[in-house]
């Protein structure tokens, strides 16, 4: 492995599992603040409140929520949406793991969408057109 990746051997964009579960309840309802989000949480399982400021805090920092002060409270809202996260996610594990050949990481997004759904293959293929189609147009999406 080269040194300049064993040096760097963390995912920057990675999230530990309570600040995803925080970031699907904000996705799905966005301007929760701090006792809400303490409330859902401790329906699968017990959760203080400090314990979830903490995390709304450190998902502050890593640019994932903004927040905005009403009242004695703040609300939280995704900066990220679900698909930039994912692709920052993604961009990490490439880089950490990435050989120099793009063949690679082809055939391992192929893979994985095979078996994802039955349709996802699919799915990739459209991708990759509208892609082609918006470098067509100079990087205008025609939707």
């Excluded at 509208?130 to 205008?140: A, C, D, F, I, P």
């Amino acid at each position: 492995m080269p040194a300049s990746r064993r040096a760097h051997n963390t995912l920057p964009n990675s999230l530990g599992e309570l600040e995803l579960k925080v970031m699907e309840l904000v996705w799905s309802a966005p301007g929760s603040d701090a006792r809400r989000l303490t409330e859902q949480l401790s329906i699968d399982a017990p959760c203080r409140l400090t314990t979830v400021q903490a995390t709304l805090e450190r998902l502050v920092r890593k640019q994932c929520l903004e927040r905005e002060k009403k009242g004695h409270a703040y609300q939280y809202f995704p900066k990220k949406s679900r698909s930039e996260l994912l692709g920052s996610m993604l961009k990490d594990v490439i880089h950490l793991l990435h050989d120099g050949q793009a063949n690679t990481i082809l055939s391992s997004f192929v893979n994985v969408a095979a078996r994802l759904e039955d349709d996802a293959l699919d799915e990739l293929e459209k991708l990759i057109q509208r892609k082609r189609q918006e470098k067509k147009n100079g990087g205008k999406r025609n939707d």
